[in-house]
C-alpha cells in the first residue's frame, strides 16, 4: 500500500469536528513562522478563516496501515536512537524533535553514522559539529522524516545504523575542572621589560570551562630553569594540566619546544595545521597534557588552543590523527 492512499482528503468547510493529522505551520514573512495549529487540534468553525489564509483548502484524516509510520513517531524513534548521555528530546513540533543538551559539556557526534543515516532516503538528521562547547538547553540534533507517512522499515535502517558502534551516536561529556599550571618564559617578562599578557588570556578560558590556573610562574630563556618549572607543577602541585607560553617560535632564542621534551614529554605535534596557532605544541607527562601555547593566543579569540582545550577538559587524550584533521577547516581569520 502507498502512503497517499492512507490519506483521505477533506474540504476545509467540511472538516469542523475533525481531528488534525499533523502541525500546520504559518509564515508571515519577517515577523512569524511557527504552528497555528497543533497535531490533534479539533477543528472549529472559527479555525476555517485562519486555515484559510495559510493556503489550507483541505485537510486529510490519516488511517494508517501496519508498516508505516506517522511522521512524529519516526522522528521521536530516531531521536531515541541517536540519543546518548546528559541529553533531553523536546517533543514533536512541525514534525521535528530536537535533542539539547542537558549540561555545559563537549558535543560528540560520530558523523560517519550521521552520514550513514543521511544516504536513506527520505529522512533526517540535522547536527551541529562534533567537539563543539554546549550550554544546557542548546540543540546539538534534530530529527524528521520528509513524508507525513514513512515505511517503519525506513526507520528500523536508522535504529540500526545508529547501533552499529559501541559509542552513542550523540552525547555531552562533562568538564572536569583540571588544575593548571602555567610556566610563562621570555627574559623580557621574566626581568620586568614588558608585562606578562598570557596570563590572563589563558585564565579566563580555562574558567570559561570549568577550571582554574593553580599558579602562573615565570621563567627565563633557560632550559633548565624552564624544566624545573615543569617539574614542579608535575611532581609538587600535582597539576593536571601544564601550559608553557611564550618562545615557540623558531628563532634560535627560543627554548621552548626543546625544554617541553627534554622534561620528559612524550610530544603528539610540534606544529598544527591550523591558521592561527600553528606553532602549538602538545605532548604527555605520562597522564598529564602539556601544551607549548604560540604568541597568537594572546590576541586572536580563536586559535588551535581553543579546539583542544576542550576536549583535554572533556578527558580525551589528544592523538596525531586529531590534529592531522585541525587542517580542513582550520583557516580563521587570515
Given at each position: 500500500?502507498?502512503?497517499d492512499?492512507?490519506l483521505r482528503?477533506?474540504r476545509v468547510?467540511?472538516?469542523?469536528?475533525?481531528v488534525?493529522?499533523?502541525?500546520l505551520?504559518?509564515?508571515?514573512?519577517?515577523?512569524?513562522?511557527?504552528?497555528?495549529?497543533k497535531?490533534?487540534h479539533?477543528i472549529?468553525?472559527?479555525d476555517?478563516p485562519?486555515l484559510l489564509s495559510?493556503?489550507?483548502?483541505?485537510i486529510?484524516?490519516?488511517r494508517l496501515?501496519?508498516?508505516?509510520?506517522?511522521?512524529d513517531e519516526a522522528?521521536?524513534r530516531?531521536?531515541?536512537?541517536?540519543k546518548?548521555?546528559n541529553?533531553?528530546?523536546?517533543?514533536?513540533?512541525?514534525?521535528?524533535?530536537?535533542?539539547k543538551?542537558?549540561?555545559?559539556?563537549?558535543?560528540?557526534?560520530d558523523?560517519a553514522r550521521i552520514?550513514a543515516?543521511?544516504?536513506?532516503d527520505q529522512?533526517v538528521?540535522?547536527?551541529?559539529?562534533?567537539?563543539?562547547?554546549?550550554k544546557?538547553?542548546?540543540?546539538?540534533?534534530g530529527?524528521?522524516?520528509?513524508?507525513l507517512?514513512?515505511?517503519e522499515?525506513r526507520?528500523v535502517?536508522?535504529?540500526?545504523?545508529?547501533?552499529?558502534?559501541?559509542e552513542?551516536l550523540?552525547?555531552?561529556?562533562?568538564?572536569?575542572?583540571?588544575?593548571?599550571?602555567?610556566?610563562t618564559?621570555g627574559?623580557?617578562?621574566?626581568?620586568?621589560?614588558?608585562?606578562d599578557?598570557?596570563?590572563p588570556v589563558?585564565r579566563?578560558?580555562l574558567?570559561?570551562?570549568?577550571?582554574?590556573?593553580i599558579?602562573?610562574?615565570?621563567a627565563?630563556?633557560?632550559s633548565?630553569?624552564i624544566?624545573?618549572e615543569i617539574?614542579r607543577?608535575l611532581?609538587?602541585?600535582?597539576?593536571?594540566l601544564i601550559?608553557v607560553?611564550?618562545?615557540?617560535s623558531?628563532d634560535p632564542?627560543d627554548?621552548t619546544?626543546?625544554?617541553?621534551?627534554?622534561?620528559g614529554a612524550e610530544?603528539?605535534?610540534?606544529?598544527t595545521?591550523?591558521?592561527?596557532?600553528?606553532?602549538?605544541?602538545?605532548?604527555?607527562?605520562g597522564?598529564?597534557?602539556?601544551m607549548g601555547l604560540p604568541g597568537?593566543?594572546m590576541?586572536?579569540?580563536?586559535?588551535s588552543f581553543d579546539?583542544?582545550l576542550?576536549?583535554?577538559c572533556?578527558g580525551?587524550r589528544i592523538?596525531r590523527?586529531?590534529i592531522?584533521?585541525m587542517?580542513?577547516?582550520?583557516?580563521?581569520?587570515?
Open positions: 500500500m502507498k502512503p492512499s492512507m482528503e477533506v468547510e467540511e472538516a469542523v469536528g475533525m488534525l493529522a499533523h502541525d505551520t504559518q509564515i508571515i514573512p519577517g515577523q512569524f513562522k511557527g504552528r497555528l495549529f497535531k490533534g479539533v472549529r468553525e472559527e476555517i485562519a495559510i493556503g489550507k483548502e483541505h486529510y484524516t490519516i496501515e501496519a508498516g508505516f509510520l506517522h511522521e522522528a521521536l530516531m531521536a531515541l536512537a541517536a546518548g548521555p541529553i533531553e528530546l523536546t517533543e514533536p513540533h512541525e514534525g521535528k524533535i530536537s535533542l543538551s542537558t549540561i555545559h559539556g563537549l558535543a560528540k557526534i558523523k552520514d543515516v543521511n544516504a536513506l529522512v538528521m540535522s547536527t551541529i559539529k562534533t567537539h563543539t562547547v554546549v544546557p538547553g542548546q540543540a546539538l540534533l530529527t524528521r522524516v520528509i513524508p507517512i514513512i515505511e522499515e526507520i535502517q536508522v535504529e540500526r545504523t545508529a547501533a552499529s558502534a559501541a552513542p550523540a552525547e555531552v561529556k562533562p568538564f572536569r575542572p583540571l588544575r593548571a599550571g602555567i610556566v618564559t627574559a623580557e617578562v621574566f626581568k620586568g621589560r614588558i608585562q599578557k598570557f596570563g589563558v579566563e578560558k574558567a570559561a570551562l570549568g577550571s582554574e590556573v599558579d602562573q610562574r615565570l627565563p630563556d633557560d633548565e630553569v624544566v624545573q617539574h607543577f611532581h609538587e602541585d600535582r597539576a593536571d601550559l607560553t611564550g618562545g615557540m623558531v632564542d627554548r619546544p626543546g625544554a617541553i621534551k627534554r622534561a610530544i603528539v605535534s610540534y606544529g595545521p591550523m591558521l592561527p596557532g600553528s606553532m602549538l605544541l602538545i605532548g604527555y607527562l597522564d598529564v597534557p602539556i597568537r593566543v590576541h586572536d579569540p580563536y586559535t579546539v583542544l576542550p576536549r583535554i572533556a580525551e592523538v590523527s586529531d592531522t584533521e587542517g580542513y577547516g582550520g583557516l580563521y581569520n587570515c
